[in-house]
């Protein structure tokens, strides 16, 4: 399968990554060599194995629903681009 | 300057008779770190002032009969690694401007134990990479000359690490592993690197890339140096839903074992086409020089490994792009500004973000979208536990595994690079062991026609470092390797 310059737009979209037109073509070519070569998993007979999903095969732990950390908001907020008081700041969102 | 090129066990044995005091040392290794980073890039941060305070402090201790087990010792952490107020950067510009308020469990672990940090290494952006080019801060530099004289990738992604360490400007360094970017920069720059069992390391605080592959591991000047740094760096984390709750053994000891009777697995598939014929005759060395030793050698199969690379490429990118979605401008971090919330979000990433991440995240985003989920990542996933099934199965029968760490040795700034999958192909022998999340550490065994470093790599059964660290010795022994890099402290370039 080929992706087309339409598709790279929609995941550039969906990944929220601003494109140029003059980036499309350069990057549709490097997608679809990666794409290209990960096609050869089709080969593999897969049929009944359960997915490994993460980098163990135990499960997750637990631990109790409760608070653990926090009462810091000055570090919290000490990385932030922008903010009002103890707020992160964005701009204004208008639907 | 000789206590440049002392292992950290013999530093250790002259900061414990005095010989030497962890500020000289300290002093020694800044002065080393002024004259060569600007050759090297190795390090994006220089943190000449905390060290002598660590430094001091270490001094203070050992007077008072209370040092740590690594009082003095000066390192050098990569920087994915969080460092309570210090900047610290992934090597992206989207990360420019970010002071963790915290440090991770990794680095706090061995900053109780007395370590010396000289400063932040340099990476691939994101620790996406396999030659340190991808850094928004520069790409490091090999300090080991090819006999044409151009410079070489350190490999990556903890390529600042690899070069600082082989470069003797720190005696040992932190490096994060996700398909073998401990191990890879480990060969290109002739030292010993060691990626441990996933779970074995806490990965909080380090900048997540793909959560089910990272691993935080050591790269040191010698086996008996990892094996001190890993046991510092190992244990429990409740912090880390993936950490494992096991004792920590003592690795520094596992070094010292006979290896006689050991089972030592020889994977007929890592036979690949195209590899350079000294990588094949190390090899060959290396089953020789272990049978020597009275370990039995086996031929196995590993069925799925040419598999391997491909499962890499969607399980990878798909957590990378989940992982990477927080790079917003809201919390931290570079912004540019937008039209909206939305232009800010897509301006910002645009802006911070390097190529070859938007490329992962790309395609990671597509992997992971309505319609392809099944078909490829659920996909690769299946492939992943046959991968690991292959290991289990080889482990039944055999205690490790020996192979090349790498199919060539060090190359230059331009070459492989025709295609991102070219790059990707250097991964083909450490890509299977993070799939199955079992221990693998390169050492060096020999030059290349070239006099380039390349490394042989154990792979050991999970939870089973001190197997790997008894034939890793072993090599290292019958290796007997001194070559050193052109650039180093203390050398008249």
Redesign the interface.
């Known amino acids: 399968m080929s992706?087309d310059p339409a598709?790279?737009r929609r995941?550039?979209k969906?990944?929220?990554?601003?494109?140029d037109e003059d980036e499309l073509p350069r990057?549709q070519k490097?997608?679809n060599?990666?794409?290209g070569?990960?096609?050869?998993?089709?080969e593999?007979n897969?049929e009944g194995?359960?997915?490994?999903?993460?980098?163990?095969?135990?499960a997750?732990?637990m631990?109790e629903d409760v608070v653990s950390d926090g009462g810091?908001p000055e570090?919290?907020l000490?990385?932030?681009?922008?903010r009002i008081g103890n707020f992160?700041a964005?701009?204004?969102?208008?639907e | 300057m000789k206590m440049l090129d002392w292992t950290i066990v013999e530093t250790l044995a002259a900061l414990d008779s005095a010989k030497v005091s962890a500020l000289e040392l300290a002093e020694a290794h800044i002065a080393a770190v002024g004259s060569l980073n600007p050759h090297l890039n190795a390090f994006i941060t220089i943190t000449p002032e905390i060290a002598r305070k660590q430094a001091h402090a270490a001094d203070v201790a050992r007077r008072a009969g209370a040092a740590p087990a690594l009082a003095g010792v000066p390192l050098a952490i990569k920087d994915l690694f969080c460092s309570e107020n210090v900047r610290t950067t992934a090597g992206s510009k989207i990360l420019g401007?970010?002071?963790p308020?915290?440090e991770s469990t990794v680095t706090g672990k061995l900053l109780s134990a007395g370590a010396v940090v000289l400063g932040k290494a340099n990476l691939d952006e994101f620790a996406m990479g396999s030659s340190n080019i991808t850094s928004a801060y520069g790409p490091a530099t090999n300090p080991w000359k090819r006999d044409d004289g151009v410079k070489l990738v350190p490999g990556g992604s903890s390529g600042g690490s690899a070069s600082a360490v082989a470069a003797r400007i720190a005696m040992g360094a932190t490096g994060t592993d996700t398909g073998g970017s401990i191990r890879q920069p480990a060969s290109f720059c002739g030292i010993v690197g060691i990626k441990p069992t996933?779970?074995r390391c806490s990965r909080f605080g380090i900048i997540a890339f793909a959560?089910?592959?990272d691993?935080a591991g050591p790269m040191a000047r010698s086996v008996e140096d990892c094996a001190i740094l890993l046991e510092i760096m190992s244990g429990f984390d409740?912090k880390d839903?993936?950490s494992?709750?096991r004792t920590v053994p003592n690795f520094r000891a596992a070094c010292g074992r006979n290896i006689a009777g050991m089972r030592v697995g020889i994977p007929l598939e890592y036979r690949v086409s195209g590899m350079a014929p000294e990588i094949e005759k190390l090899w060959q060395a290396g089953i020789e020089w272990l049978k020597q030793e009275g370990a039995e050698i086996f031929d196995v199969s590993l069925p799925?490994t040419?598999?391997g690379?491909?499962?890499y490429?969607?399980v990878a990118p798909a957590e990378a792009?989940s992982n990477l979605?927080r790079y917003?401008?809201?919390?931290?971090?570079?912004?540019v500004?937008?039209?909206?919330?939305?232009?800010?979000?897509?301006?910002t990433?645009?802006a911070g973000?390097g190529a070859e991440v938007?490329?992962r995240?790309?395609?990671g985003?597509?992997v992971l979208?309505e319609g392809y989920y099944d078909a490829?990542y659920?996909?690769?996933?299946?492939?992943?536990?046959?991968i690991?099934r292959d290991f289990r199965e080889a482990f039944a029968n055999v205690d490790v595994l020996l192979t090349p760490t790498t199919p060539s040795a060090a190359f230059a700034v331009g070459e492989k690079m025709d295609?991102?999958?070219t790059m990707?192909l250097n991964d083909v022998f450490t890509v299977p062991a993070s799939l199955a999340?079992v221990p693998a550490m390169s050492v060096p065994a020999g030059l290349d026609a070239r006099g380039l470093p390349l490394g042989l790599q154990v792979i050991g059964r999970h939870f089973d470092e001190e197997s790997v660290f008894a034939i890793a010795a072993a090599l290292e022994r019958a290796a007997d390797f001194r070559s050193l890099p052109q650039l180093r402290a203390g050398a008249t370039p």
């Open positions: 992706l598709t790279v995941i550039a969906l990944a929220r990554i601003h494109l990057l490097e997608l060599t990666i794409l070569y990960v096609e050869q998993l089709a593999v897969v194995v359960i997915p490994l999903s993460g980098g163990t095969e135990a997750m732990r631990r810091y570090k919290i000490a990385n932030a681009p922008d992160f964005v701009p204004k969102v208008v | 401007p970010f002071i308020p915290y996933y779970g959560s089910s592959l691993q409740p839903s993936t494992a709750d799925h040419k598999y690379l491909p499962v490429y969607i792009s979605a917003d401008g809201v919390r931290f971090g570079a912004r500004e937008g039209e909206d919330l939305i232009e800010m979000y897509e301006r990433r645009a973000f938007k490329r995240i790309m395609i985003t597509y979208s490829y659920l996909k690769a996933q299946k492939v992943r536990s046959l690991l295609d991102p999958v990707y999340g």
